[in-house]
């Protein structure tokens, strides 16, 4: 990948189009909702989808993803809109990509690509800019056999972000040699991070981690609570680097709280073995905050993204706390008229959440159901305090 590059909303240059493609294996599939997201993510990209196509099929495609009358099908849509390219919602093996550029001649992303990218550009500190290049590295590792020509292709924009020489320099050999000297590096960093918890653990203060779907709330949440200043936007992945603050409680306890990586559905492989030292803080926590939001019709299956990621990294153990965000927006989307009947029956069923010992209705926004997260936060923090003093 070349040069970090500007975001593709530059006013003399129209947004990238591309056209969103999903494969759906079961009836039982989110591939609609999670093609919606895809969108998002596109969209956070900076560039825009135009379209959608979804075929039944009870696997991927080996080599097109799709089948050869849905390839013809999308190929009219490309031509139809103009589009740019094409994001398919499953990470994409080295003879798919191949195949669907020389068949379609344009611009060939997946959902994997996609994320990369957006991590590449909110990536603030050393460690999150060296752990993005690693994830960058390994999925480009498995993708240069016979692909000179369809990377050839991409040119600026949409999946082009982050460090690395051009794409056309790049061998395996530069690649395994880059990726071994960002091993190396994050290792270093790895062993800092172990003696900034280990001197932590010693003090025997208690900590928490704040963990969630990605836009959830969980940076608004930390400012909340702490008073801290780190960025907030109503955006996927707007902030990568964990950031720990103290909070006080009412009684004078002192409980450290760490805003983590937010989670999201099919994160990428590369990303989660990257991400793992920071990510473990949630497996080192004594106390779990998970934040969900209460405005999306698609918080079930959210919820279960997020404890099947901390169940893959050791974490779950603990006590949790589910702050149900965003009690405003829910109530701003039950008083309107855009919500399909499915939408409006998923958000008034109660939030089922059967791994939480305690669910609070909240909104960041407002500061309505703060005193009481507070109030719990305090409680579990006390109750663990007294343990450890036993």
Same mark, same amino acid.
């Given at each position: 990948?070349?040069?970090?590059?500007?975001?593709?909303?530059?006013?003399?240059?129209?947004?990238?189009?591309?056209?969103?493609?999903?494969?759906?294996?079961?009836?039982?599939?989110?591939?609609?909702?999670?093609?919606?997201?895809?969108?998002?993510?596109?969209?956070?990209?900076?560039?825009?989808?135009?379209?959608?196509?979804?075929?039944?099929?009870?696997?991927?495609?080996?080599?097109?993803?799709?089948?050869?009358?849905?390839?013809?099908?999308?190929?009219?849509?490309?031509?139809?809109? &103009?589009?740019?390219?094409?994001?398919?919602?499953?990470?994409?093996?080295?003879?798919?990509?191949?195949?669907?550029?020389?068949?379609?001649?344009?611009?060939?992303?997946?959902?994997?690509?996609?994320?990369? &990218?957006?991590?590449?550009?909110?990536?603030?500190?050393?460690?999150?800019?060296?752990?993005?290049?690693?994830?960058?590295?390994? *999925?480009?590792?498995?993708?240069?056999?016979?692909?000179?020509?369809?990377?050839?292709?991409?040119?600026?924009?949409?999946?082009?972000?982050?460090?690395?020489?051009?794409?056309?320099?790049?061998?395996?050999?530069?690649?395994?040699?880059?990726?071994?000297?960002?091993?190396?590096?994050?290792?270093?960093?790895?062993?800092?991070?172990?003696?900034?918890?280990?001197?932590?653990?010693?003090?025997?203060?208690?900590?928490?981690?704040?963990?969630? *779907?990605?836009?959830?709330?969980?940076?608004?949440?930390?400012?909340?609570?702490?008073?801290?200043?780190?960025?907030?936007?109503?955006?996927?992945?707007?902030?990568?680097?964990?950031?720990?603050?103290?909070?006080?409680?009412?009684?004078?306890?002192?409980?450290?709280?760490?805003?983590?990586?937010?989670?999201?559905?099919?994160?990428?492989?590369?990303?989660?073995?990257?991400?793992?030292?920071?990510?473990?803080?949630?497996?080192?926590?004594?106390?779990?905050?998970?934040?969900?939001?209460?405005?999306?019709?698609?918080?079930?299956?959210?919820?279960?993204?997020?404890?099947?990621?901390?169940?893959?990294?050791?974490?779950?153990?603990?006590?949790?706390?589910?702050?149900?965000?965003?009690? &405003?927006?829910?109530?701003?989307?039950?008083?309107?008229?855009?919500?399909?009947?499915?939408?409006?029956?998923?958000?008034?069923?109660?939030?089922? &959440?059967?791994?939480?010992?305690?669910?609070?209705?909240?909104?960041?926004?407002?500061?309505?159901?703060?005193?009481?997260?507070?109030?719990?936060?305090?409680?579990?923090?006390?109750?663990?305090?007294?343990?450890?003093?036993?």
């Amino acid at each position: 990948m070349g040069k970090s590059t500007s975001r593709m909303t530059d006013t003399d240059e129209r947004k990238e189009r591309f056209i969103l493609v999903g494969v759906k294996t079961s009836p039982r599939d989110d591939t609609e909702n999670s093609l919606k997201e895809l969108g998002a993510l596109v969209e956070a990209a900076g560039a825009e989808a135009c379209d959608v196509l979804i075929q039944s099929l009870p696997h991927p495609h080996p080599g097109t993803y799709i089948g050869s009358g849905k390839l013809t099908e999308l190929s009219a849509l490309v031509a139809s809109y &103009d589009a740019d390219g094409i994001v398919c919602d499953d990470e994409l093996s080295p003879a798919q990509l191949q195949n669907l550029t020389q068949e379609l001649s344009c611009k060939v992303c997946d959902r994997t690509l996609i994320i990369l &990218d957006l991590f590449a550009a909110h990536a603030g500190s050393r460690e999150g800019k060296l752990q993005v290049e690693l994830a960058q590295q390994q *999925y480009r590792a498995a993708r240069l056999t016979g692909l000179g020509k369809s990377l050839s292709r991409l040119g600026g924009g949409i999946g082009t972000r982050g460090p690395g020489e051009k794409k056309l320099e790049i061998d395996r050999r530069q690649v395994r040699e880059r990726i071994s000297r960002l091993k190396k590096e994050l290792d270093e960093v790895k062993r800092h991070r172990e003696v900034t918890r280990s001197r932590r653990e010693n003090t025997g203060v208690v900590t928490a981690a704040i963990v969630g *779907y990605t836009n959830a709330g969980k940076s608004s949440l930390l400012n909340a609570l702490t008073g801290a200043d780190i960025l907030a936007k109503d955006q996927l992945f707007a902030t990568l680097d964990p950031t720990t603050r103290r909070f006080r409680t009412e009684d004078g306890q002192t409980v450290l709280l760490t805003d983590t990586v937010g989670f999201i559905r099919k994160l990428p492989h590369h990303l989660v073995d990257a991400f793992r030292s920071t990510l473990e803080e949630a497996a080192r926590a004594d106390i779990l905050i998970h934040v969900a939001d209460a405005a999306d019709a698609d918080r079930e299956e959210r919820r279960e993204v997020v404890y099947e990621t901390l169940q893959s990294l050791g974490a779950g153990h603990q006590p949790v706390i589910t702050v149900l965000n965003k009690q &405003d927006r829910l109530r701003e989307k039950l008083a309107g008229d855009t919500l399909t009947d499915e939408e409006r029956m998923l958000l008034t069923e109660g939030y089922r &959440d059967t791994r939480a010992d305690v669910i609070l209705p909240c909104s960041v926004k407002t500061g309505e159901g703060l005193a009481d997260v507070k109030k719990a936060l305090a409680g579990y923090a006390g109750a663990l305090s007294r343990r450890s003093g036993e």
